[in-house]
């Protein structure tokens, strides 16, 4: 065995030589369009051939890269369009290819929309302060310029024109402003007030002529002296007209009736029942007031502030004229000492219980110049005490009398409540005290 036997097998095919091999230039990226609905396909690696067919059939690329001739005599297949090539782009505004790793579109993603508008936002409020520029007071109104006689055209008037109006004056040379008119329903209004007013004026004089002329029937066109005389008749009706306490007070003020011009205030104890005068005084008090007559005694007792003093005020009504009561008070002038003394009415239980003529100080006899009346009151101490010499509330008031009355002040507590029920009893009789017209 040895080279160059013929053992009967072919010899080995040797392809002829050829060109050498060159590495192909790598195809264009493929461009992705929108129309394209598919993915793209994959570019061919840079210097990949596809293999080489098992058979080496003639028209295929060989095992070692290089391209086998057509055998002669037997023409190969027709060539085929390559399945990784593509198409070149369409253009140079072609679109870019689609980014392979983004992440797919959200489907529920919502579009962005525009802010929805405030419904609290409101415009700004306008400035209230803001006002409009006042006018120019001197500003001239503007006027047509002056005709021409010489270029107007035939007709034209040449009336001057009214002179503008002056600003206003100021100060004292300013014309009084127009005074306003008012509109129709303020002048039927004021018409219909007219009659109103007249009626009520008519009304209210006619009232007051009325007044007048039932006040002069009435007596409020009577003198002083008629008054007076009517006055001093219906007191005689005062003790059963008027109640007691409208008589005989509860509490009684003296204003300046004490001990240095002092107020002095007294309040009732006891009332005793109206009665007659038989009794009542002491035989020389009692035959100076009998031409006088006796109507009615009233009779109460007080006491003062701090219920050391009891005094007793008595009301006699008389049936004596003016002249005859004139006349009772000069003889009551020439009655003094103990005789003139009235009699003191005690209340059991009280700061009066043990007040009796024993007990008498101070006393005083008011004949009124007013009325038919004589008041009078008598004054002792609350405890019992008896005193031996009284003394007139005359005598017993002089500063500085040192006598038991004097030193006690029973003058000024007799004194002192006989004017204030005087007065008072004036004042009820509708005719003013003498000291109050005086």
């Not at 038989?278 to 009615?296: Q, S």
């Not at 009551?332 to 239980?349: E, I, K, R, T, W």
Request: charged share 10%.
């Amino acid at each position: 065995m040895g080279t160059g036997v013929d053992n009967g097998a072919p010899p080995p095919y040797s392809p002829p030589p050829g060109p050498p091999w060159r590495p192909q230039p790598a195809a264009p990226p493929q461009q992705w369009t929108p129309s394209d609905q598919s993915w793209p396909a994959a570019p061919p690696h840079p210097g990949h051939q596809p293999a080489a067919h098992p058979t080496g059939h003639p028209g295929q690329p060989s095992a070692t890269g290089y391209a086998r001739p057509p055998a002669t005599g037997h023409p190969g297949p027709a060539p085929t369009a390559s399945p990784y090539t593509t198409a070149p782009p369409a253009g140079p505004y072609a679109a870019p290819p689609a980014d392979l790793y983004a992440p797919p579109a959200d489907p529920y993603a919502v579009p962005p929309t525009a802010p929805p508008a405030d419904p609290y936002a409101t415009a700004p409020p306008a400035d209230p302060y803001a006002a409009a520029a006042p006018a120019d007071p001197y500003a001239v109104p503007p006027t047509a310029p002056p005709v021409d006689p010489l270029t107007a055209p035939p007709g034209t008037s040449y009336a001057a024109a009214p002179p503008a109006p002056l600003p206003p004056s100021f100060g004292r040379n300013a014309p009084p402003a127009p005074a306003p008119v008012p509109s129709a329903g303020r002048r039927a209004r004021a018409a219909a007030r007219v009659p109103l007013a007249a009626a009520v004026c008519l009304v209210l004089g006619i009232g007051l002529l009325c007044g007048a002329g039932a006040g002069a029937l009435l007596g409020g066109g009577e003198s002083p002296a008629a008054h007076a005389a009517r006055a001093y008749t219906t007191a005689r009706d005062l003790w059963h007209d008027k109640p007691v306490d409208t008589l005989f007070p509860r509490t009684v003020q003296g204003r300046k009736a004490g001990p240095g011009d002092s107020d002095r205030t007294w309040t009732r104890i006891g009332v005793a029942p109206d009665s007659g005068c038989a009794g009542a005084f002491d035989p020389a008090l009692a035959k100076v007031l009998a031409p006088a007559g006796c109507v009615r005694l009233l009779r109460a007792t007080y006491t003062d502030a701090t219920s050391t003093d009891v005094t007793t005020v008595g009301i006699l009504t008389t049936r004596a004229t003016p002249a005859a009561m004139a006349a009772l008070r000069t003889r009551l002038s020439h009655l003094g000492g103990p005789a003139a003394m009235p009699s003191p009415v005690p209340f059991p239980g009280t700061p009066a219980a043990h007040f009796g003529p024993a007990q008498r100080g101070s006393w005083t006899v008011d004949v009124s110049s007013t009325l038919p009346v004589v008041v009078y009151a008598v004054s002792g101490f609350a405890d019992g005490r008896a005193v031996t010499a009284p003394q007139a509330a005359s005598a017993a008031d002089v500063p500085g009398t040192d006598t038991v009355p004097g030193r006690a002040g029973l003058g000024f507590e007799a004194a002192g409540l006989a004017t204030a029920v005087n007065r008072h009893l004036t004042s009820v009789a509708g005719v003013p005290h003498p000291e109050e017209t005086s």
